[in-house]
């Protein structure tokens, strides 16, 4: 079976995809590609034996020989580089989350329906034990019509915040609003019933001296009250609380 070439945007994935590839038997690494020559030389060192090529610019990178390409780089710019991907004929899986806007949302539905090829999106949450499991019961019917649920994805990342940062005063997690990290707390229960969203109603906690300590300018916390296409609410909240 010829495997699936596989390159890495963003060198802190690497090392979970090369195992991932591992277990698979059918798809391998090939490429790496980040912006910080320390990961580089961390990734060179865990791959050393390897055929494996390293890129510190998307140019280079989009260019070497390979089937698919996982973006694990900032969140608020995976639309663009997935776009690129899909024009190029690569297949993306991307990491959360996919856009930051409906203008984003429109012209990667457009670019993944254009291409044909695969887009996956890495919502992890979604991909665990409980979670299948929930997906299975419900669609054979012995937990009921959804009616009402909460999600939660809730932790204190003061001490962290400078190492997920890297001390960049810009990062997208000093900057974002604090909506807009919701797929953990929400993507659960979206995967188990399978019922798409019809409406959704958003509110920002204030912000505080805490946050503002670490460079975060947003509100400490986020909440989203989604109603489901079949009547059932959704109570979704995180943040660093």
Known sequence: MKK???????????????????????????????????????QRQYTEGLDITFYDH????????????????????????????LKKGLHVFSEVLPVQNMKEAVALVEAVEESGLVYAYGENYCYMPASYEMKKLYAKGEIGEFEYGEGEYIHNCESIWPSITYGERDHWRNGGYATFY??????????????????????EGTKNARGLRTGRRAGQFGIEMVTLENGGIVKSIHGTL
């Open 182 to 203: 919701c797929t953990h707390s929400l993507g659960p229960i979206i995967h188990s019933t399978g019922l798409r969203p019809v409406s959704v109603v958003g509110f």
């Open 58 to 85: 998307f140019d280079k990178f989009i260019e070497h020989d390979m089937d698919a390409v996982v973006l694990a780089n900032y969140a608020n710019e995976h639309a663009p580089f997935a776009i690129r991907c």
């Open 4 to 42: 699936v070439r596989i390159g890495v945007l963003g060198a802190y994935r690497g090392t979970s995809m090369i195992n991932y590839c591992k277990r698979a038997d059918h798809a391998e690494v090939v490429a790496i590609c980040d912006k910080s020559q320390e990961a580089l030389d961390a």
